[in-house]
């Protein structure tokens, strides 16, 4: 009964591959994101899809596509992957409504590493 | 480009101490504060929320909020080895077309010294 889901838990692969991390959550919520920590541990936002579409989609290069097939999945592809896309993903989702935005809850990470 | 500081520490305190943690932020249109403690290699993990100004306690933890001052605490009392993470500041401000974004602090590293 995990409330937001990540898989895989670990990725280790080649530069230039094309791979993808999915996120599911059981919480009922309306909002998903996708953030990236870096060897820093600095925990930045990527996307967040509310009901399916888009609404930040912070200035992170288009190799990097979030899907949302519905509300409680929301996906990422990275393409073409590169040294420094090593990182570690996170997912989280939340309610939003009534003019503000809800507790985010975050999903285990994926640790994406690129040799 | 909205802003949390935090020291990044790290912030030693003996077991049975108080811990105090700073945040500070830049947008005066924030709206909600959070405060998450990370494990190592464990995802941020919601300890406290808070939202309007002054004190809000939860067992050992109190979150301070100050709006004028644009300043954000966390006091943890009896501070346990179990305390020993990093702990990050968030804040929610509203971010266009009817989105809210959450911008997190880099994070400081507790250590509780038994």
């Known amino acids: 009964d995990t409330a937001v889901s990540q898989t895989p838990k670990y990725l280790v692969t080649q530069m230039g591959n094309d791979k993808s991390i999915k996120c599911e959550q059981n919480?009922?919520?309306?909002?998903m994101y996708w953030y990236k920590q870096d060897s820093k541990k600095f925990l930045k936002i990527m996307f967040s899809?509310?009901?399916?579409?888009?609404?930040i989609n912070e200035t992170v290069p288009n190799r990097f596509s979030p899907k949302s097939p519905d509300k409680a999945h929301l996906n990422l592809h990275i393409n073409s992957l590169e040294l420094g896309d090593s990182a570690v993903y996170f997912c989280?989702?939340?309610?939003?409504?009534?003019?503000?935005?809800?507790?985010?809850?975050f999903g285990p990470g994926t640790r994406l590493t690129v040799l | 480009q909205k802003e949390v500081e935090q020291n990044s520490g790290p912030l030693s305190v003996p077991e049975g101490a108080i811990a105090s943690l700073n945040c500070t932020y830049s947008d005066r249109g924030s709206q909600s504060f959070f405060w998450y403690r990370q494990y190592s290699g464990k995802s941020p993990e919601l300890i406290m929320s808070i939202y309007s100004n002054g004190d809000k306690e939860d067992g050992r933890f109190t979150a301070q909020l100050n709006k004028a001052s644009q300043y954000v605490s966390l006091l943890i009392r009896d501070s346990q080895p179990s305390d020993s993470a990093t702990y990050l500041c968030?804040?929610?401000?509203?971010?266009?077309?009817?989105?809210?974004?959450?911008?997190f602090g880099k994070g400081t590293k507790l250590s509780v010294i038994p």
């Open positions: 989280a989702s939340s309610q939003v409504g009534g003019g503000g935005a809800g507790t985010q809850y």
């Open positions: 899809y509310n009901n399916k579409e888009l609404i």
């Open positions: 968030a804040v929610m401000g509203y971010s266009g077309a009817g989105s809210y974004q959450l911008t």
């Open positions: 919480l009922g919520h309306d909002t």
